[in-house]
């Protein structure tokens, strides 16, 4: 078989191509009489060439190609460190945020708490201190009418609205005079009625349930419907008087609307195939993609 080898040889390195010499048919005419057969190897050649300048010239272009790799790897990593270093102040911007949203929240809830067991303490003075029942009537309404939340006082197992304020009226799209003597229940949607009868059924049973809950109600026209976190506060009276309730709502539709479409945004971004980078007004990256990073 054909050889091509770099070689060491006292003149230097050389390339050495050998090769043999094989019989063929235009071979025989004369050396037939030496019993050579087509095929057979007769002699062979070689040849050798300086390969000082080659090897030269390709310990060069490796010496060029490492070059270009390190300083690649060089710029790939001072980039992954930009940013990384961008990622770590933008979550820890974030974390700051996230931790001032909690200590709001923690406030405010508290302050509700507050204002809850206040209204508790009041109701059950007005049990004990007769003579003082308007009056203290006359604060009591006067805090939940100047509330910014929406309060409906309920009585009696049929749960009829008795008290409701103005942002309660605002929540079920209707004046505060044509709630008075409307039923709860008829204004809880379907896929949340069932659940609401049972829980008040629990309540008037005395068991322990849950102040907290999330119903689907419907307004004035039983068309719309508003999501809002409730709160449910028993209200102390004589054995002898019908059972009433507190119930404090929040209407939490509008920013259940914002929070999914700001996760539909967000996953959008993430799982779109096109890479997409989020600069700000100095064109300094704040937030890339998967795909861009791929």
Request: with cysteine; glycine share 4%.
């Amino acid at each position: 078989k054909e050889v091509l080898a770099l070689v060491d040889s006292p003149a230097g390195p050389v390339h050495r191509y050998m090769a043999p010499l094989l019989v063929k048919e235009a071979c025989l005419k004369c050396h037939a009489s030496q019993m050579y057969k087509v095929g057979q190897v007769r002699g062979g050649i070689s040849v050798s060439m300086p390969a000082e300048k080659v090897l030269a010239v390709r310990d060069q272009q490796r010496q060029h190609a490492v070059l270009l790799h390190a300083l690649g790897a060089l710029a790939i990593a001072l980039l992954l460190h930009f940013i990384a270093r961008r990622s770590r102040r933008h979550y820890l911007q974030l974390q700051e945020i996230s931790h001032g949203q909690e200590d709001l929240i923690a406030l405010r809830t508290q302050a509700l708490t507050e204002t809850n067991a206040s209204l508790a303490r009041e109701i059950a003075e007005r049990q004990h201190k007769e003579g003082l029942i308007r009056e203290s009537e006359a604060r009591y309404r006067s805090v939940i009418e100047t509330s910014q939340s929406a309060i409906l006082i309920v009585s009696g197992p049929d749960l009829r609205i008795v008290f409701a304020n103005e942002p309660a009226a605002m929540v079920f799209a209707m004046p505060v005079d044509h709630l008075d003597g409307q039923r709860r229940i008829d204004y809880v949607e379907t896929v949340d009625r069932e659940s609401f009868v049972e829980r008040f059924a629990r309540r008037l049973r005395g068991e322990y349930v849950s102040a907290q809950s999330r119903l689907h109600l419907l307004r004035a026209d039983k068309l719309e419907v508003r999501i809002c976190d409730t709160h449910v506060s028993a209200i102390d009276v004589d054995s002898m008087e019908m059972q009433q309730w507190v119930i404090n709502l929040r209407d939490v539709t509008d920013h259940l609307s914002t929070e999914r479409r700001l996760q539909i945004a967000a996953a959008v971004m993430e799982n779109a195939a096109e890479g997409i980078i989020v600069t700000d007004a100095g064109n300094l990256i704040i937030e890339v993609n998967p795909a861009f990073t791929a």
